[in-house]
């Protein structure tokens, strides 16, 4: 149980999902101090802590030493790290000598091939947890996919007259914009409307995309936002739409986040990441699998209803379920058929 528990939450910022974490925690007795993993979450210092963090040495470590006189006088049951992007090996060392008896636990929704900047400090936890089923088995991690938040959950079994058919809402990357175009004119086509809503977190990066990415050619400028929606405004989306769109990054393996709103808010799915076929909560009457080379939809997925999914494997998926797997307060064997594929 986390009943009057001491946990120091460091996380990247990742719409607002590191909040939704810290109040999960809360409301089971936890008390939770939650720091940016980040110095800075500018797009410049973005990318350079991606691509090659050693330049920003002095400013992590300084950043890190400045959290460290501010949790210095707590004493920690629990540490959990969400990503592992810029957290210095120092600081580790710190919270061990200064909280012993401390379980640090680590938890990245990022592929390493993606991104491998924590590989070189998971030795330092107890337990370490991976979204991406392929390098739970190359990196000796356990596996646990995302979640649902609550929000997303009260969605569940209100079907309220649907304003859209279809819905995509997602950063705009790789072959996004001309998935969800193709996907917008077929539903145009067969008389469905379709939601579009593309965000990009610098015009900067924008721009240059547009300049050298093939799948940005043809991108319309009016299309792309600079802010993204807020939580509320996605859950309204939702709350009016029948299908939402998921497409996943190329060789991406593990399920995106909004896989599991759609499905946890009652909705249907269609995705570009046929890996969701292993999953325990798959069902063709929910979710409909389509080749990124070939947009192909069927009339059909639209005109069925969502069918209820089995209320233990449901519970697994939302935010509660994860955080009891992560602080093992719970033992999910559901999720061994993936990794048995």
Known sequence: MLQGKNILLISIKFFNYENLIKNQLESMGAKVDLFDERPSNSFFSKAIIRIKKEIYFTKIHQYFKEIIEKIRDTKYDYFLLIKGEATPKFFLDFLKENNPGIKFIFYTYDSFKNNSNGLDILNYFDSRFTFDNLDAVEYKMSF???FFAQDYGELNGKDENNKYDLAFIGTAHSDRYSIS??????????????????YSPSKILFKYKKATDKNFKNFDYKNISFNSLSHHEIIDVYRNTKVILDINHPGQNGLTMRTFETLGAGRKLITTNPKIKEYPFYDPQNIYVIERGNIVLEENFFKSDFKN????????????????????????????????K
């Open 144 to 146: 646990r996919p995302l």
């Open 181 to 198: 175009e193709q996907a917008k004119a077929w539903c145009s086509k067969h008389q469905l409307k379709m939601f579009t809503f593309y």
């Open 309 to 340: 999914i089995n209320s233990e494997i449901r519970e697994s998926m939302s935010l509660k379920g994860w955080v009891n797997e992560v602080f093992g307060l719970s033992s999910i064997k559901h999720w061994e058929q993936v990794l048995k």
